[in-house]
């Protein structure tokens, strides 16, 4: 009879790279009592438009949802939801209207947003300002996302009530940030507007953090208005943790005046992890709110939107950079050195330029730790600016430009969370020896963690997001220190990767020379 000799291959598999998580984003805010969704998180929203009956169509968040939605399907959306304050008061504004039509007309009455929620009101000649205020309050309500209910003061029984009402639809310090503007001119029509103010008592951010103590967000979108120091302490909190990776950026508007911004006290955080994105307040006859006429939740909303899409493996995003670079039309973990500034944000108004920041203004903003979004050189779109943080001073108080460009804390975040999960995957069950390896054991000693190591910073160095060539590998293994103890089975490690930085100035002399 045969004799067969009995084989054995075990099938294992290949090591490789660990890629970066996935990018999440938690939006924060307020449902209305037609939404469905239960108070707290709400995880993985859809793309599919269900928010408007999760939070109520016309809430807080489904405002901030639809336009997260409109520009990032993408990245994966999460919601903490919040009802409003047992002891919410909603905020209020108005519209004032005076006089006959001595022509025919149009006027176009925006609360809310100017791409949202812009109403389109005609007056025939001798029309009063009544049938003005009655038709604004029949086009407010049949709005299917309306920010406010209108009120016409009771125009109908009492001719001649010439004011139109507005309450925000969530209470809270929302409501506060609703632009108004009338755009337009009817003659024997006048007008003036009187912002939304009021609005009070924000629901209680007890548990908010304690109950996403577990996940991890690299976007978090906090209200305007609400208690910035609670989200500073969590951002803190995640920047450095141990034996894990949580940080994340937190982004909330603000809407004020540069020189109030600047010289503000109440608006330094020194949070290298913080974003202010702030919009110029006007407060004309004809106009209340920011410049940008868009509520400051909905502009963080799209900007958490695109930052996560740049970030996201494959996404496409050639509609929104300006570069043409063939390597840089798709998400990743590469683009988080690309330079934010001339990024479009599509969905927002240009603003007029009487009403917009000045360029000093502009400086000054960002030397204070404030980001904005701007409109291009052609005032045809919206882009992004210089984003910075709110990070000013190192703990001493002496200025500390470290972590003052959120491409600095991106690139750093990448870095880190990069060499965490390959050094966790690679070193998951390894032998730590002082003396040589042994071939075909998991083994490791200094000699072949710092080789590892190098081989990491190459692979970031190819994603442009550390200098490449060698002399930044001969810099990156000249500053790389590496101790191990066999006793205590430990390997304690210094590295200081040379980042790539972002064009941001360019200088140059130009000398008037002729022919001779």
């Given amino acids: 009879m045969a004799t067969f000799t009995s084989v054995t291959f075990n099938i294992i598999g290949s090591p490789g790279t660990s890629a970066l998580q996935e990018q ?23 793309s599919d438009g269900s928010a408007n009956s999760l939070f109520g169509t016309k809430s807080m968040l489904a405002h901030m949802t639809r336009s997260f939605k409109e520009l990032n399907t993408k990245s994966r959306l999460d919601a903490y939801v919040f009802n409003d304050h047992a002891s919410g008061v909603a905020a209020t504004g108005s519209i004032t209207f005076n006089g006959t039509a001595t022509e025919a007309g149009v006027l176009t009455v925006v609360v809310g947003s100017e791409r949202n929620n812009s109403y389109e009101i005609s007056l025939a000649v001798d029309d009063a300002s009544d049938t003005l205020v009655t038709s604004l309050v029949a086009a407010i309500e049949a709005d299917a996302f309306a920010m406010v209910s209108a009120d016409d003061g009771g125009v109908v029984a009492n001719p001649g009530h010439n004011t139109i009402n507005f309450t925000a639809l969530n209470d809270g310090s929302f409501g506060n940030e609703i632009p108004i503007r009338v755009y337009g001119s009817i003659a024997g029509i006048t007008f003036s507007t009187a912002p939304f103010t009021g609005g009070a008592n924000d629901p209680a951010l007890t548990n908010l953090f304690t109950d996403i103590t577990r996940n991890t967000y690299q976007t978090i979108i906090f209200p305007t208005g ?21 940080s994340g950026i937190g982004f909330q508007g603000v809407v004020e005046l540069a020189g109030d911004l600047i010289d503000e006290p109440a608006y330094e955080f020194n949070c290298k992890s913080l974003v202010f994105l702030a919009n110029r307040a006007i407060s004309w006859s004809d106009k209340e709110g920011g410049a940008i006429v868009e509520h400051p939740d909905v502009i963080t909303s799209q900007v958490a939107a695109l930052r996560a899409l740049r970030l996201t493996d494959d996404a496409n995003l050639t509609r929104y ?79 500390d430009d470290s972590w003052k460009y959120l491409n600095t804390v991106d690139a750093e975040m990448v870095i880190r969370e990069f060499f965490f999960n390959n050094y966790k995957s690679r070193f998951a069950q ?43 590998v001969a810099d990156f293994d000249e500053n790389l220190s590496i101790e191990v103890s066999v006793r205590e089975g430990s390997a304690t490690i210094y590295m200081a990767p040379l980042l790539v930085g972002q064009l941001r100035l360019v200088i140059g002399t130009i000398q008037v020379k002729f022919s001779s």
């Fill in 24 to 46: 999440k984003v938690l939006m924060i805010g307020q449902k209305t009592s037609a939404g469905t969704a239960s108070v707290g998180l709400n995880e993985n929203i859809p």
């Fill in 321 to 399: 950079l300006t570069t043409t670079a063939p390597k840089d039309q798709f998400g990743g973990a590469h683009l988080a050195t690309l330079p934010y500034a001339n990024t479009l944000m599509p969905l927002l108004p240009v603003p007029k330029i009487s009403d917009f920041y000045t360029d000093d203004d502009l400086d000054g903003l960002t030397d204070s730790g404030f980001s904005y979004v701007l409109p291009n050189g052609a005032r045809n779109a919206m882009v992004m600016g210089d984003f910075v943080t709110n990070y000013l001073t190192d703990n001493a108080g002496n200025p």
């Fill in 226 to 246: 609400w208690d910035t120091q609670t989200l500073v302490d969590e951002l803190d909190a995640r920047f450095n943790v141990s034996n894990n990776v949580k």
């Fill in 430 to 472: 390894t032998r730590l020896t002082g003396g040589d390896l042994v071939i075909g054991r998991d083994m490791v000693n200094a000699g072949s963690i710092r080789a590892f190591s190098i081989s990491l910073y190459k692979n970031l160095a190819d994603l442009g997001i550390v200098e490449s060539g060698d002399e930044a």
